[in-house]
């Protein structure tokens, strides 16, 4: 297949198209390289072995990413790019509006003029709003607790409604529990610009030596040791997801499809950070903080639904995530390079 890949130089995205490549589709990145550095393209063609087809625009301009349609044919679409960090999208909420739901709907209007029918969407377990049950089914109400969130709700929402419009799509909306790790040859990870949102990144920042400690938000949460507890999931699963979802939507029978990318086991912040310890092999400094406002206690999915129907199973431990994370960090100890 011709996949364009959306974001396809950030975390999950270039892990993805490693695979895509690898299994012999052709791929052509659209990247704004907002929050991802150029450098990335050349670790993803040193992995794939051959040139990588980019082009650095964004798609909320919507007459470059109608005339990108006109002159490339594309069979399929995976959506990756958006702005992430819920703190930021608080203050400022009308970017995160205006880009997360302005590149969909760039994208499902070239889609809808040059007949591409077939789409994967990075939507999150954030839609699962504050009060969800655990362990998290798709068949839960959807909301949201800050613009972010929201992004992502109405995004699926989007997709809906042109879901009824146009009977013809197929659309996966993939909702990812919490993407950590990094691909095996240590080439490749996450990297946050500033100081991390997420814990991973943090615990990782600490262990090279680039932060002091780790504040842990909270010991005082109902789960097994106090600690927020989160569903981890290796990249390398997640951007598998992607690819078994691709396939299946050749074989859907409804144009929206809804697929948990997740475990199903919870780890806590404390379990976390002494599995990382025993990947680097030394004790790690913390301290106790307060909570984190618009923290749950728990998050992990029901991962049902994805195995049956996708025939795929996150297989990668949590130790594999600390052992991939280390090495990354470890030789990128300040990720990807500039230039
Ligand atoms: C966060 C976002 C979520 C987003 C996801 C992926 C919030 C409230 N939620 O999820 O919407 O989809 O990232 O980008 O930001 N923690 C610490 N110390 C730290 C960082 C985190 O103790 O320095 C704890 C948190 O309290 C939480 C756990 O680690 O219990 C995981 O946090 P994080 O990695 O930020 O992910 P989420 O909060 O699950």
């Not at 993803?44 to 002159?71: K, M, N, S, W, Y």
């Not at 990382?276 to 984190?292: D, Q, T, V, W």
């Amino acid at each position: 297949m011709r996949v364009l890949v959306s974001g396809g130089a950030g975390f999950v995205g270039s892990h993805t198209v490693v695979q895509l490549v690898a299994e012999g589709h052709h791929v052509l990145v659209v990247d704004s390289f907002v929050n991802a550095k150029p450098s990335v393209v050349a670790r993803i063609e040193a992995l794939t072995g051959q040139p990588l087809d980019v082009r650095a625009f964004d798609l909320t301009d919507r007459d470059r990413t109608e005339r990108l349609f006109a002159e490339e044919s594309i069979d399929a679409v995976i959506h990756f790019a958006g702005f992430k960090a819920v703190g930021e999208s608080v203050e400022r909420p009308v970017d995160y509006y205006e880009n997360n739901l302005g590149t969909t709907l760039s994208l499902l209007r070239a889609m809808e003029k040059h007949g591409v029918t077939t789409l994967v969407f990075s939507s999150s377990a954030t839609v699962y709003g504050a009060d969800a049950p655990v362990p998290m089914r798709e068949e839960l109400p959807t909301s949201a607790t800050n613009p972010y969130g929201w992004t992502k709700v109405m995004q699926e929402q989007i997709f809906r409604d042109a879901a009824v419009a146009d009977p013809a799509l197929r659309i996966a909306l993939l909702r990812y529990f919490n993407p950590v790790g990094a691909h095996p040859s240590g080439t490749m990870g996450e990297d946050p610009a500033g100081i991390p949102n997420n814990l991973m990144p943090f615990i990782a920042q600490v262990a090279v030596g680039r932060r002091e400690k780790l504040g842990i938000f909270g010991g005082d949460y109902p789960t097994v040791d106090g600690t927020g507890v989160r569903d981890y999931i290796h990249v390398e699963d997640l951007a598998a997801g992607h690819i078994a979802a691709l396939h299946r939507l050749t074989q859907a029978d409804e144009p929206i499809s809804v697929w948990n990318l997740g475990t199903g086991q919870g780890t806590s912040v404390l379990q976390l950070l002494r599995a990382f310890e025993r990947a680097c092999g030394r004790e790690l400094p913390y301290e106790i903080l307060p909570r984190r406002a618009g923290d749950i206690a728990e998050s992990y999915a029901d991962p049902t639904r994805a195995n049956a129907e996708l025939g795929w199973r996150a297989t990668r431990t949590i130790d594999d995530m600390c052992v991939d994370t280390w090495r990354w960090q470890s030789q990128n100890p300040h990720g990807y390079p500039d230039a």
